[in-house]
């Protein structure tokens, strides 16, 4: 499988859906991390109460008659973090589910209809486990429409609509990262800064602070971590955040090496929808995906202004990437002629000057060309052209300054929406 | 992918390696029966106690500054069968694992060499799974042994060695199984042949019976399933069998229809891989790999009559399958010529004579060709030619009997190896 890179003065071909590679090492990487992961909570549950007789003497006494575990491992398995467990390999099994589905997009080259709910098939061992594992389908209400609910209740049981919530979070992450592409080292450039800027929310979880934590009569939470320091009640799922994203790192930035500017290897398919798929899984596992949106801003915005030619309502060409001129080394802006088939809903002037048109051809009322509608375009088109290398670093920067921002705006912003934050004030638990 | 059909009077290309879409489908089954197979366990966890009212209660005062999920969710988690769930998500995690490296096989076509460790990387999402959540390293030791164990004790940890043991059976049944092949539907026939021996095998523990089990004082095993009947303790592990082999044998029995004589398609490595897998991982979880072992016999055979040819110890040609006469119709023995590639090996007469040389031509003390070391090729020697179809189906019904005279002999013999069986007896129960 090879590609020609369009954007170069010699176009030469070069290996495609390298991506499939570096999907398969990550997925390897957290089955061969499982051991490591748990490698405490082994410890914990074979310790038999720091006691080593007591394991000792059920394990002569075991008798296969038996098929009680508890008693065969000398492990007290009721204490065994299962849930913990299942949230890690459901994760593993979506990924995978990925990584197959991708590999059939990258082999068939299917269409992009079709391609659009390979997402949302990958997805279902995450929703399944977490239907039968989990099942909280409840969602904070913010303090201005609490007056809406009833009982002004704090939590809001979505039910079903959470999980179609979700599925929609899995569709849009992968495929919104597949269509911000077309220049040497974005799709992995991208994925890197969003799961950089994940760790480091993460981390902040993992902190033990000083403080006098209130103990919570309902529910009895109190975390005590060292003498004086506190745990964050959410310690655990942030943990399995950077379990996840830790090593799809390693493995974007290996494979960023050899895709960024010039590119040796294209990605594929395989690599967005893993990368996106990553997000959507930990932003579901560990209740973030506000979050997450927060930082695929630009991914948003690319998708919701690609809307019009992705669905055909403007002339879609099969490319949308910047062109490539060969006499300056630059990228400008591809357009796309509109010629005879001019749609129905740009003749109409409101919709029309509501539709982004950057940079488009008039002739008297009828428009007959406009850049391509992707943030990349529309990038150029206010920039002016610009070499590939650094047009990739500049939305790269602009990728990880939305991120950062809207890092600070949610965890500032929470306590006005919500009253609370999740880290804790005056030694009041946050959400 | 094409392949063209050698055994035909008139070979034409038809499509390879469509073993990948069941397997796919294979895992999309297994995916989406998740929440059948936890149904009763959701509604036992969510019941409440029978009491609706204490969940309504727990769900109103539950507040997000606690992530106590068991107020969460109204659910009593604790009562949720988290080890069984996370054996099901093993499975699924080494079922995807084997496809992604089957489709990557299938792709690139890798080197016998390379392949066959496939498998091993393959389980291990179930070993490490295995390892950390199970842990059960121990073998019940045969009494005519059991004078050499210390203590005369039932049980031997083997420790590291039992997960040498199962990364083996996980590495033998795939490949056994991909190297039993060559002619339209024996690959998918023997896997289908198997899956429904051990399908009877599993529902044999399914039946609940009645009887006046004895309390056993050490574990406090007492399995009270209706009044007066008693369900079997490995219920729920041949359940899980159960789960995964019912999808499997459906898949199987589609893709035969377009595998068998004359075939439309071929399978592929992928098929072959999942197939073996599938057993080794209801073997393993199950802990029934004797049982599996002898079900696996005609393919056991196979692998030590190979050895000699995979191993180049003798010359070995490219494809091993029998040689199609177009004059008969029918398929003979395909021999390969060892011409001036004299093995060292085989300049030994005692070495020789000890391997299996059904069909050899000799000059002097000099072999100079042998038909080939597979059993397909070992039955037609004894047989004579055989049209295709009647070669698959005489050695899928040697498949069954062998397999059903193994689990046979594996009830009856077990009482006098180990002094008892999986059924009762006696109101005792069983290993």
């Known amino acids: 499988m ?11 071909e070069i290996p495609e859906g390298m991506g499939a590679i570096a999907a398969s090492i990550f997925i390897l990487a957290l089955i061969a991390f499982i051991p490591f992961a748990f490698y405490k909570d082994i410890v914990h549950a074979t310790s038999g109460g720091g006691n080593r007789d007591v394991v000792a003497r059920e394990r002569e006494t075991y008798s296969l008659f038996s098929n009680n575990d508890t008693l065969a491992l000398g492990r007290h398995l009721h204490r065994f973090p299962h849930a913990k467990l299942s949230s890690y390999q459901s994760a593993l099994a979506t990924l995978q589910t990925t990584t197959i589905l991708g590999l059939a997009d990258d082999i068939l080259d299917l269409r992009w209809r079709h391609k659009f709910f390979i997402p949302a098939v990958a997805s ?55 269509i911000f592409a077309g220049i040497n080292g974005i799709e992995v450039g991208q994925a890197i800064v969003i799961a950089i800027l994940l760790i480091i929310n993460s981390s902040l979880y993992l902190v033990p602070f000083p403080g006098n934590p209130v103990l919570d009569s309902t529910t009895g939470a109190f975390y005590n971590y060292k003498a004086g320091l506190y745990q964050h009640p959410a310690t655990e799922s942030h943990l399995l955040t950077l379990y996840i ?36 899984v930990v932003a579901i596992l560990s209740h973030f995906s506000k979050t997450l949106l927060l930082l695929l801003v630009p991914q948003i915005f690319n998708f919701i202004y690609s809307v019009p030619q992705l669905f055909h309502i403007v002339p879609c060409p099969r490319h949308r990437l910047p062109k490539f001129n060969a006499r300056t080394g630059l990228l ?35 428009i007959i060309a406009t850049s391509n509608f992707t943030i990349i375009n529309l990038y150029l088109v206010h920039r002016g052209p610009l070499r590939e290398d650094r047009l990739t670093r ?14 600070l705006i949610r965890h500032k912003l929470a306590i006005f929406l919500f009253g609370m934050d999740n880290r804790p004030r005056d030694g009041i638990w946050g959400v």
Chains 1, 2 share one sequence.
């Open 2 to 12: 090879k590609g020609r890179d369009m954007s170069k003065l010699h176009p030469k």
């Open 245 to 280: 994203l830790l090593p799809f790192s390693a493995v974007s930035l290996a494979l960023y090496i050899h895709n960024r500017y010039p590119a040796r290897v294209f990605v594929g398919d395989t690599y967005c929808y893993v990368a996106g798929m990553t997000f959507a």
């Open 332 to 366: 400008e802006p591809s357009v796309t002629k509109w010629e005879d088939r001019q749609p129905k809903a740009c003749k109409t002037p409101e919709l029309r000057s509501a539709t982004p048109q950057p940079e488009s051809d008039h002739k008297g009322d009828i």
């Open 124 to 178: 279902l061992p995450l929703l399944m486990v977490y239907y039968v594992d989990f099942g909280v389908t409840s969602v904070v209400v913010p303090n201005f429409l609490r007056q809406f609910v009833p009982n002004r209740a704090r939590l809001l049981n979505l039910g079903p609509l959470y999980y179609i919530y979700m599925s929609a979070l899995s569709i849009f992450a992968p495929n919104s990262i597949n």
């Open 394 to 407: 500049e939305l790269l920067i602009l990728q990880f300054v939305c991120g950062a921002i809207g890092l």
